[in-house]
C-alpha cells in the first residue's frame, strides 16, 4: 500500500509555500524590479551586476545545499529541519535588505558602501533562502509515495506559489503609507538644503520600509507552517554519504535531468515578465503614482492586465495535473514552450501596431490583455511541469542508482529560477542603460512624472516605454521557443516512470516486510 499525506498536512504544506512566495516577491518584486533601481536609485546596470554575481554564486551554492539536504537524516526527516528553523531568520534578513541609503544622494565612498550593502544583503538573503527554498519543493517527493497525489501536491504548490505571486502588489501598497511619514519629511524642508524633492523621497522610503516589515512578519509566519505540519514518508538512506562533487557528476549523468537543466537555462528570459511586471504597471500605467488609477480612471484598465496577469497562470496549473494523466510529459512540457512563445510575441506586434500608447485605447488594452493572459498560462503549465519532471528524475536516480537526490535535484529547480532571474536582470540592466532608465536620469523622471503633468509612455520618444514592452515580449518569445529543442527527445517516457515507481515500492515494501521479519 502506498503511503500518502493527509488533509491537514496538504493544507499546512501549501500556506508555508504560500509564505514563503510572498517573502520571495518582496525581494523580486519590491527590492530587485523596483526598490534598488526607483527608491534607492542605484544604476541599472550595477544593479544587473549585483544580480548575476549572486546567480553565479547560487550555481554552487544550490548544490551544495542540495548536498547538505540529502546527507541530512534526522528524527524529523532531511528536509523538515530547514523549515522548522530557518524561516524566522530569511524572514529577518528580508527586512534588511532594505535598510540602506539613496545612491544618488551619497558621494565616493557612501556610494560604494551603499552598493556593498545591497550587493551583501541580498547574497546573504538568497543563500538563506535555498536553505529552505530545496527543502520545500523536495519534500514534495518525500510526503507520498503515489504518484498521482504527487503530481496533485505539486500541482496545488504551484498554484500556492503562484497566490504568493500577488506579493508583486507590495510595490503598490508603500503609496498607502506616505500620509503617515509625509509631515516629518515635509517640516525638514528648507534646512540645510533640504529640498521637495528629498521629502518626497525620503517620505517614499519609509513607507516602504514600513510596508516591507508588515507583509515580511505575516508572511514569516505562514511560511514557518510548512515544517510544522508536514511527515516525509519515503525513506532516506542513512548510508549515503555523497560529496558536492559527485553530486555535480549525478546532476549531469541523468539524462533526463540535464534535459530539463538545459532547457530551463535557455528559458531564462521567461522571468522578464515577472522582473517588469510591476516597473511597467507603476510607470506605463500609473505614471509612478497609485493615485492617478482613480486619478485618470484606469481602475478597468489595470485591473483587466493584473488579472490576465494571475488568472490564466493559475488555470493552467491547476489544469496541468490533470493533462499529466491523460497525455505524455514530454508532450504537454514541449506544447507550452512552442506554443507559448506566440503571445509573448505578440505583446510587441500590438504596442507597435498602436504606437506606444496602450493606455488610452480600450481595444489595445484588451487585445495586451489577452497576450499576457495566454503567456502567463504557458509560464503556470511549463512551471508546473518542470517541478513534476524534476521529481521523477528523483524515481529515475533512485531506481538505477539506489538512493534519492531529491535535494540536490530539487536544488536544480532553484537554481534554474535564480539563475533566470539573473540572466532576465542582465538582459534588463543592459537594454534600460541604452536607454538611460537608470540612475539620476531615473530620479529626473521620477520628478518630472510627480510635478509636471506628463505621462511616462510619451516620454523622450516614447523610448522608455517601447524598452519595457520590448523587453517583456521578444527575448521572452525567443527563449521559450528555444527551450524546446533539449526536450524534443526527452529520455525518460511516462510508461517507463511508471514501471520505475511500482518498482520502487515493492522494493521499500519487501525491505520493509524483512526488516519486520528481524525484529
Known sequence: MKQTYTGKEKFMYLVGMFGQNIIYQVIAAGLISYYLGSVLYIPAATISVIIFIARIWDAINDPMMGTIVDRTHTKWGKCRPYLIIFPAIIGLMTILCFVNGRYTEAEGAGRVLIVIWAAASYIIWGMLFTVCDIPLWGITSLMTEDEN?????????RIAAGIGGFGTVISFIPDSFRPMFAAKYEAMIGVNGYTEAMAIDDTKKAAWIFTVVVVTV???ICFELAGLGVKERVPGNPKDKRGIIENFKIMFRCKPFRQILISGVIRSPLQLLMILAVPLMMYYYLDNDTANIVTNNLIIKVALI?????IPQ?????????LVRKFENKKIYNFYSIVGAIPYAAIFVIFLIFKGDLVNSMVAVVLTAICIGLATASMGGINVMQSIMIADCVDYEEYHNGFRPDGVFFSGQSFLTKLSGGIAALIQGVVYTIVGFSGENLQSINNRLATTGEHFYQMDGGKYAAAMFFLISIPIALGMLLSAIPTLKYAMSDKEHDEMLNALVERRNSAKATENEAE
Open 306 to 310: 493584473a488579472l490576465m496577469v494571475f
Open 149 to 157: 497525489d504527487r503530481s496533485k501536491i505539486i500541482g496545488l504548490a
Open 218 to 220: 505575516i508572511a514569516t
Open 314 to 322: 493559475f488555470t493552467a496549473m491547476f489544469v496541468t495535473p490533470i
